[in-house]
């Protein structure tokens, strides 16, 4: 599996914006970037996925870079209830494991009222 | 609301016993996870199922066993064979299991500990 690095920890303020780095320079063609959260004492919960364009929802936008070996996960107003443990994971869709998430250690965030 | 539930939240397990964590779905989900996560790691997958009567080991599935008798129902033992069963243990489900931009939904967790 491609593999991910994140930083350890982050810290931001209240209802400034956030940007969550993710590097993952041996990704190939066909992996999907996923974006998952985990709030303390509970599982973790899906935020956003890309593959090529960068891509908004409702939770947060997530920016790829064009040579796609990295990518940014953007909270634009941070809140209280947004600190948690930030995962960016990798999905193959060629075949093979791509049932599985393969979870690292992920960025924790801390927001700052 | 949809969603999974897993029960209980915290289990307690005494040595040479086996204990069964629950977990269900009303999502309708064809696929289910289980995995484990130990203080300040990431999650490990233990055992994974894609449709009724059929389940795969994941990484760690040495110590555990499941069954899937219905779609909405993944139940996980953890073995006395499982020699450091203290973890916290999540489950998950999505619609199907092998497309890579299918979300995965996770429960609360159960929290095991040893006596």
């Known amino acids: 599996d491609a593999k991910t690095t994140q930083p350890n920890s982050m810290e931001s303020n209240e209802e400034e914006p956030v940007h969550l780095p993710c590097n993952h320079s041996t990704i190939s063609g066909t992996d999907y970037i996923h974006w998952y959260r985990q709030l303390p004492s509970q599982g973790p919960e899906y935020v956003i996925h890309?593959?090529?364009s960068n891509v908004n929802n409702r939770m947060a936008s997530l920016a790829i870079a064009e040579d796609r070996k990295s990518s940014t996960l953007i909270l634009h107003r941070a809140t209280l209830r947004d600190a948690a443990v930030y995962y960016c994971?990798?999905?193959?869709?060629?075949?093979?494991?791509?049932?599985?998430?393969?979870f690292g250690k992920g960025t924790l965030l801390t927001v700052n009222p | 609301d949809g969603g999974i539930t897993q029960s209980p939240k915290y289990l307690f397990r005494k040595e040479g016993q086996n204990v069964t964590l629950s977990c269900e779905q009303n999502l309708n989900h064809d696929a289910m996870y289980w995995y484990r996560q130990d203080p300040g790691q990431g999650l490990r997958l233990i055992y994974y199922s894609q449709i009724v009567n059929d389940f795969q080991k994941g990484d760690i599935a040495e110590g555990y066993s499941v069954s899937r008798e219905k779609k909405e129902s993944f139940p996980l033992t953890v073995t006395s064979a499982q020699k450091n069963p203290t973890a916290f243990y999540l489950c998950?489900?999505?619609?199907?299991?092998?497309?890579?931009?299918?979300?995965?939904?996770f429960g609360d967790g159960t929290r095991l500990s040893i006596l």
């Open positions: 994971i990798l999905r193959d869709s060629s075949g093979g494991s791509n049932y599985k998430l393969t």
């Open positions: 998950a489900s999505s619609i199907i299991g092998d497309l890579p931009y299918q979300p995965q939904h």
């Open positions: 890309g593959l090529t």
